[in-house]
């Protein structure tokens, strides 16, 4: 039964915590877009989203407007379009992205996800198709978001997938140097991805999904953080984490039934933002760390991921996508700030993914880079996820031009983030040698 202290308190996490709902995320099927024709298919693929989202981003801000809780996106994930698409008789796939560019301006959206590959276990043609476009795709659109899935605990590792995305990292940031490589920013390269996630950029309808569902994905650091200053750890995290997801829980069921579609899940994941106040590498400071980064780190957001599950799933039925934190470097205002300092490195943050509900996200490094490095790093965060059983991802920046000690600086969600060094140490015989890694032990499970 709530009370007005609940209530009062509700509010106190809107107005000054930073508690809202990150994103609404319409999944949209487009299986039923394919055809041999490619004008024709990118055509299905527009009408569709356009169709089934039209009145999306209307109901995001009725929503937000009646029960005073900010949504701060609204997006749309649709089929692998490798998927879609492979059927098609053309090499090229940029205009695929185009169409969902098209789509996503038109309905009012923010971001589309779902220009992906699934490639865990080999590479049918419309994978390759798909891969080689991606550069391009990003560079020539504006909100289309991209993901590949490279490997998973059952299939083991893709090394000959691992190494195109390193190319295609590479060629990302260079067609899109004038911003810094911000097309990267756009970019996931995942094992073990979910079928249900509504945050960007690794988004994809997936194809167990029914035709059309509406997700939330919420997010508050900042209440987490107020929470931890007077009481108990663990217990202050599930505490909030449960009254968090039930403000998440309203709105997607709400959501749900103005829409039409089906409720799909309620993902509560601490995403920050660089605004003070919203930071996940300031809750696990509050714990007593005197900078993130340094010894105790992944202790401290084993700690914190895990309270955030227990008290999340206490709150809603249907928890899904990530849940969890998220560390992305340059969307954290307390993470840049560790960076700068030195103290958070990328071999610190390969461990604490080790703990968290992603991985590798939101790194800037050198622009001279090299393809085989970032594919190295892929590897190395993929096999992460595939030991462990859990999801990981890389999402790199090679800043073209720039060096440990520049900054680069996207604005708005995506924030700003120092240079971090990489080993110069190389990796390309290693990358070369292609192939796949095994599936672990543990995934015989049957």
Do not use: W
Request: hydrophobic share 45%.
């Amino acid at each position: 039964m709530l009370n007005h202290s609940d209530i009062m308190s509700t509010v106190d996490m809107i107005d000054h915590q930073h508690l809202d709902i990150r994103t609404i995320t319409m999944g949209i099927s487009l299986l039923d877009c394919a055809d041999p024709n490619p004008e024709a298919c990118a055509r299905k693929i527009h009408d569709k989203i356009c169709r089934q989202a039209e009145h999306l981003v209307t109901t995001g801000c009725q929503i937000e407007r009646e029960l005073g809780i900010p949504i701060v996106n609204k997006r749309i994930s649709v089929t692998p379009i490798a998927l879609v698409a492979s059927a098609c008789e053309t090499e090229d796939f940029v205009p695929f992205a185009k169409a969902m560019d098209s789509a996503a301006k038109t309905c009012g959206v923010d971001f589309i996800g779902g220009f992906s590959a699934l490639v865990q276990k080999g590479m049918a043609s419309g994978d390759r198709r798909l891969i080689a476009a991606i550069p391009q795709a990003l560079a020539e659109t504006d909100l289309v978001c991209s993901s590949v899935n490279v490997a998973t605990t059952k299939a083991g590792i893709n090394m000959d997938a691992v190494r195109l995305m390193g190319q295609a990292i590479k060629k990302t940031a260079e067609l899109t140097k004038e911003r810094d490589g911000l097309g990267c920013a756009k970019l996931v390269v995942f094992c073990n991805a979910v079928e249900d996630n509504p945050f960007m950029a690794g988004a994809f309808h997936g194809v167990g999904e029914a035709d059309a569902v509406v997700s939330v994905g919420v997010s508050g650091p900042g209440v987490v953080y107020h929470a931890l200053q007077s009481v108990k750890v663990a217990e202050c995290i599930k505490k909030t984490a449960f009254r968090i997801t039930r403000v998440g829980q309203l709105v997607a069921q709400e959501a749900s039934r103005r829409l039409g579609v089906p409720f799909g899940v309620v993902d509560l994941s601490l995403a920050p933002t660089p605004a003070v106040g919203d930071s996940v590498a300031r809750i696990l400071e509050e714990m007593g760390l005197e900078t993130c980064g340094t010894h105790g780190t992944t202790a401290a957001l084993a700690l914190l991921n895990d309270a955030v599950k227990k008290g999340g799933l206490m709150a809603s039925g249907s928890v899904g996508g990530l849940s969890g934190a998220f560390i992305p470097v340059s969307e954290d205002e307390g993470m840049i700030a560790a960076a700068r300092s030195g103290v958070l490195t990328l071999d610190k943050l390969e461990a604490m993914t080790c703990v968290c509900s992603v991985g590798l996200d939101m790194i800037a490094v050198p622009g001279d880079t090299s393809a085989e490095t970032i594919s190295a790093i892929i590897a190395d965060e993929a096999a992460v996820g595939m030991v462990n059983s859990k999801t990981t991802a890389v999402r790199l920046i090679p800043a073209p031009g720039k060096t440990v000690g520049d900054e680069v600086s996207f604005g708005g969600l995506l924030g700003a983030a120092p240079i971090m060094p990489v080993h110069a140490e190389s990796s390309a015989d290693f990358i070369a040698r292609g192939g796949r890694i095994p599936a672990p032990m543990q995934s015989l499970k049957n």
